[in-house]
């Protein structure tokens, strides 16, 4: 079983390959190729993702845009969006995708506006829906 942090679930429901190294773009693929259909094991700290990445010291992102406590926020949100605690299970992606439509809205008011990954995730089809369904950026 997958383990995935909250806002993971929501961003990688995005996922278009643009933006990434080949070598992450390639891990990221093998994990949802792995992940589909499964159930995903909710995690409040650093997951899969997370360990491919150079910005991860520890349990702590240093990535120069964000903080450690940013990230967390976002998790905090994307869990409360998705009415998840850490240690639950979901069935990725249909049920990470049905609990999203609800709380999109708040989701791109909050995050989506400032994300400087906003480009990528406008290249995939499911985003748009939603930002049209929401009425966010138009």
């Not at 639950?88 to 400087?116: D, H, M, N, V």
Request: proline share 7%.
């Amino acid at each position: 079983m997958i383990p995935l942090r909250g806002h993971h679930l929501v961003c990688l429901q995005f996922f278009t390959g643009q933006g990434y190294d080949k070598p992450f773009q390639e891990m990221l693929q093998d994990l949802l190729q792995r992940a589909a259909g499964d159930l995903i094991r909710i995690t409040d700290g650093p997951d899969e993702v997370c360990q491919a990445c150079p910005y991860l010291k520890g349990e702590r992102c240093t990535h120069p845009e964000t903080s450690d406590a940013e990230i967390r926020e976002m998790d905090r949100v994307a869990l409360e969006i998705l009415s998840l605690t850490p240690g639950a299970e979901i069935k990725w992606p249909a049920e990470t995708q049905a609990r999203l439509k609800e709380g999109f809205g708040r989701w791109a008011r909050e995050f989506c506006e400032k994300c400087s990954w906003r480009p990528a995730c406008e290249q995939a089809p499911d985003f748009l829906a939603l930002i049209n369904q929401t009425g966010k950026f138009s």
